[in-house]
Structure formats: structure tokens, C-alpha cells
């Protein structure tokens, strides 16, 4: 199978060579030139499997130029017991009758990011070695609080490669800070960007696309790569928790084979939701996709008008992985929707850059609603979902996941659909263990109190078990903490790399 950007059909390159680069030379990203479909009886076949089987099913349709073998190795290495604290590694939790909870943040950084950051290392690796490449690779990440940590995580120690994350000084709560400024490892490092994460994802994306800067860094024996979702390799493994989900229902007798079940997903650079999609037009039955923002959302306002407008006030919310105004991956959809017009794809991004803004056409529109469904809550009604679902079920949510919770909740309300539903948990409550304590036992419990006492005091309430990789946060040393302006983000890097 070869890649496209979305920016130019003419570009077509292996998997390996994707993953690799990371993002398109001209801009654009990667994606599959056609998308492998699955027969009802293929899919009905992964029930029995577990979860490794299941992805290296999914995986082999879309990396030809890796053997079974070569993809069962990353698999292998990147989804243990050890690593997710759980033989299920992406366990299904029933709410109700009709509601079940995807929980995707079993792992080493309590987060969804980590089911595709702990094989994007091996798949890179791999990568690297198919292409012949001779250089290190620089990992260069821009986060909103989760993929930061993940991606230090997965590569620390990583032969062969460097990693470098910017992540936004206001914009990540105490414990996704904490993570990241601790992270061990000879290859690692992090700084700070005063500013949003819009910001440091901007700046990360200019260094990707400086070609003069490409060259000074080639001369130093050095090549970008990203590990961000506009990494192929990072967004494939995420359509394997898609169909694992729908396997595991059908291996529980809870739907029939060929039973459409929705998705919500809490997004805000699309990537999720993207993977869903992608699992959407493979063939697994999925009815709707429904868009789960917080107070960030463009995302909503362009699925209910096909108008993306990225001004207005950014507003830090207590869903912070989600302060995002410019949804990067939403390009690779509107590509398979506009028929892989590339031309068009670039006007669009072009005038995003120029002004903000782009409008997409009636057809475009009317493909968009098809699928997806948007929806939003704000943070008081995002608190209030917590609570009442822990009060009820005594379940506890994240913000991120309660934001999905209630956008749900809303879309019922507004449609009257009772198809059975899957809600995408994408992280632990402990990593915001403020909110969701100030949700659960109001404002009083949380006022004084240093962050870290709140994860004993949410595993008391809570009755749960502190994950292992946050219990000792506390006591880890700081090690990192560099800052800086957004323009200054080239020169960061260049010291990071002792470049010449």
C-alpha cells in the first residue's frame, strides 16, 4: 500500500518512509491510498482473539511493507500486561444497558495517547531500517498535556533517536506537568512555551516546513520526525481499539454481528475521531460519530455549519488535552471527502493560515453531517457529569471523558437514538484529580491542598487504586525547566541539539 499527502496525489510513498517523515514535504499528510475493507465474517473472526491478535489484523492491511512478523514484534512489544496493568489492554466497561465506557488509559501514562506512543517507537525503528536512513531522528512534539508525556515515555532511551517537547506553560494541569518535567532518559527533553497549545503546535509545524532549517539540521546528521497524530504511524494503531471494541461486544453477546453501535469521542485535534472513521469506512458498523468538545469548539460549529473559524477567544477549560483551535487532522478527512482533492485541501489550509477561517461547499456538508454529529459542554456542566454518574453508578470519569459523557447525553436527547454506544475514555481521573474531586465533593475539598495530596484523597473518596506511574510523582526531581517564547522556539531546539 502507498501514501498520498493530502496536499498532491503525485506523492506516493511507502508506509515505512511515512512513518519516518512524519509529515509530507509539502505540507501535507499522510494518508492511505486506498482504505482496506473488512467482510462481516472478518470482523466476526476477532472476537476470540485478544487484543495483540487483533491488532496485528488490523495493522498488516495498512503496513505492506512490513512482514507479519515485523508487525507482530511491534505489537508484542508495545502491548503487555505489564505496561497497561491489564491482560484486556483497552477493557470495555458497562454503564447501562446501552452505554459502555472504551477505557484507553490503562497504561504507562494513564492516557489514551499511550496505546499508539508505545508501538510508534518500534514502528519508527523498524522504519528507519527499511528506508536506510543514516541520520538521527529528532521526535519534535507539540502537546496539550497527554501526547507529551506519552511520547517521552515511549521513546526514552530509544536508539538512534532524540525527542523534544514543547508543551504550553498555563495550559496543562499540575500532574501532565509534573510527568513531563521529571521524564528520565538520556535522549529527552522538555520546555515550556509561554502561550496555548495552538502556539506550540504552530511553531512545531513551521520548523517541520523550513526547508533552510531542514538543511542546517541535515548537515548535523539530523532529520525531523513527529509523534504527533499527524504521524501515520501514530494514528494507525488507533483504529485498532475501534474494532477491538466492537469484538469484544460481540464476544459478550452484547450486540449481534452486523449491530451499527456509535462512538463519542472527546477531541480536539480530530485524531481520535479520525482513527474512528478510518474504522468506520473498513467496514465495522459503526452508525454515528458523535464530536465531543469542550468550550474550544470549532469543531462543533464546522460539523453543524461547514464553516471552520478558528476566532475567537481561546478559553482554558478544566478538559485542558482539548484547548485546541486548530484541529490539524480534520485535513485528512476532508480529503477522502472532497475525493482526495489535493488542490483544494491546500486553498483550504492556505486560507486558514491567512485568515482563520475556510468554508467548505454544500456537498462537503452534507458528507460531514452523514457521519459525525458535534456537540459541547461547558465546564460547569462537565463537573456536573461527573458527579452524577458517580453518585448513580459510582463510576468516576476524567473531565475529558465526562465532556464525552455529556455531549452524549445531549445528542440522546436531541435525536432519540438507542443505538448501543461505546464512550471513548481517553484518561485516568487521577491525572485530573482536582477537578474531579471539586466535581464530587465540592470546591472546599480541594482548596489548600497540593496537588499531590489530592491523588490520595480521590483514591480515598473514590475507593480506586493510585496508578503505579503517578503515585510517586511527588518525590520525583525536576529536571527540566526551560521556557519560552513562541518565536523562540527554533532557538530551543538548536541548543537542545548542540547544532553547528
Known sequence: MQYQSTRSKEVR?????????????????????????????????????????????????????????????????????????????????????????????????????????????????????????????????????????????GFRDVEGTRIIVFYPADG????QKRQMVTQEGNNVDVAAVRGNFDDAQNGVKQIFSDKEYAEILARNNFMLSSANSINWGRLVPQIVYYFSSYASLLKNNEIRLGDPVNFVVPTGNFGNILAAYYAKEMGLPIHKLICASNENNVLTDFINTGIYDKNREFKTTASPSMDILISSNLERFLY???????????QWMQELKETGRYEVPELTKARIKEIFWGGFCDDAETFANICEVNRQYGYVMDTHTAVAKGVYEKYRKETGDATKTVIVST?????????????????????????????????????????DSLAGLREKPVIFTTACEKNEMYDVVSHMLNLA
Open 336 to 346: 477522502h471527502a472532497t475525493g482526495c482533492d489535493g488542490a483544494r485541501i491546500a
Open 427 to 467: 484518561a485516568s481521573p487521577f491525572k485530573f484529580c482536582d477537578s474531579v474531586l471539586t466535581a464530587i465533593c465540592g470546591e472546599d475539598s480541594v482548596k489548600g491542598k497540593d496537588p499531590f495530596d489530592l491523588l490520595d484523597e480521590l483514591a480515598k473518596t473514590a475507593d480506586l487504586l493510585i496508578p
Open 13 to 153: 510513498v511507502p508506509s515505512a518512509f511515512a512513518i519516518k517523515t512524519g509529515l509530507a514535504a509539502d505540507g501535507g499528510l499522510y494518508v492511505p491510498e486506498q482504505i482496506p475493507r473488512l467482510a462481516l465474517e472478518e470482523i466476526a473472526s476477532l472476537a476470540p482473539l485478544n487484543y495483540n491478535e487483533r491488532a496485528i489484523n488490523i495493522l498488516t492491511r495498512f503496513l505492506t511493507d512490513f512482514t507479519p512478523e515485523e508487525v507482530k514484534l511491534c505489537v508484542d512489544r508495545a502491548y503487555t500486561k505489564e505496561k497497561f496493568e491489564s491482560v484486556e489492554i483497552a477493557p470495555l466497561y458497562k454503564l447501562e444497558s446501552d452505554v459502555y465506557y472504551l477505557e484507553l488509559w490503562h497504561g504507562p501514562t494513564c492516557a489514551f495517547k499511550d496505546m499508539a506512543l508505545q508501538i510508534l517507537p518500534h514502528l519508527l525503528l523498524r522504519s528507519i531500517e527499511k528506508t536506510g536512513e543514516s541520520k538521527e531522528v529528532v521526535i519534535l512534539v507539540a502537546t496539550s498535556g497527554d501526547t507529551g508525556k506519552a511520547a517521552l515515555e
Open 172 to 175: 496543562v494541569s499540575d500532574v
